[in-house]
């Protein structure tokens, strides 16, 4: 798909089907999270795949309080490594990291489109309760959460 027309595809997604989008496809949107520009090249951000059934998505479902959440079939979180940012001190650690993570998730989200898939971008969490949620060390600080599936 040419890129102006996945842009133009591009939008939120709130009802899923429940079919499940292939591991093949999840390590794409990886694939294409990992291909975006990050400061100094430090990659100063993680990305997490919460699956279908697992505990981790359990706990998600529990902080998350978007009740539409809970169709999606997978979740990816974005995470700022506010360690790997480090050489860059402050401003690092409060902009790029952050910086780096949305745009990896943006780079996903519309690898997506090309996929067929569906994404929306959930900003509105308790940062701390998806941190206890997803079991994150106090580096890593959750940015952005695409839900994952087949548009409902
Ligand atoms: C930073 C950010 C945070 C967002 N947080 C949420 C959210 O918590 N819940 C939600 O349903 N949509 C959320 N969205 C999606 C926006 O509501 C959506 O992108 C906007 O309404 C435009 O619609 P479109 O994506 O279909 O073009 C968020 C988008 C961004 C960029």
Redesign the pocket.
């Known amino acids: 798909m040419d890129l102006d027309t996945i842009m133009e595809l591009?939008?939120?997604v709130?009802h899923y089907t429940s079919l499940k989008p292939s591991d093949r496809d999840i390590e794409k949107l990886l694939t294409a999270a990992g291909r975006a520009p990050s400061a100094g090249d430090l990659k100063a951000r993680k990305v997490f795949v919460i699956r279908p059934g697992s505990r981790m998505r359990e706990e998600m479902n529990r902080v998350l309080h978007?009740d539409w959440i809970h169709e999606a079939p997978f979740l990816l979180l974005f995470c700022a490594d506010r360690k790997a940012i480090e050489p860059y001190g402050e401003r690092g650690k409060e902009l790029y990291s952050v910086q780096d993570a949305t745009i990896s998730a943006a780079f996903a989200m519309l690898k997506a489109v090309d996929l067929g898939l569906a994404t929306?971008?959930?900003?509105?969490?308790d940062e701390g309760a998806v941190s206890t949620a997803a079991g994150l060390p106090s580096y890593l600080r959750p940015v952005?959460i695409l839900t994952v599936g087949y548009e409902g």
Do not use: D, E, T
């Open positions: 591009r939008h939120s709130r978007q929306c971008w959930i900003g509105a969490f952005a």
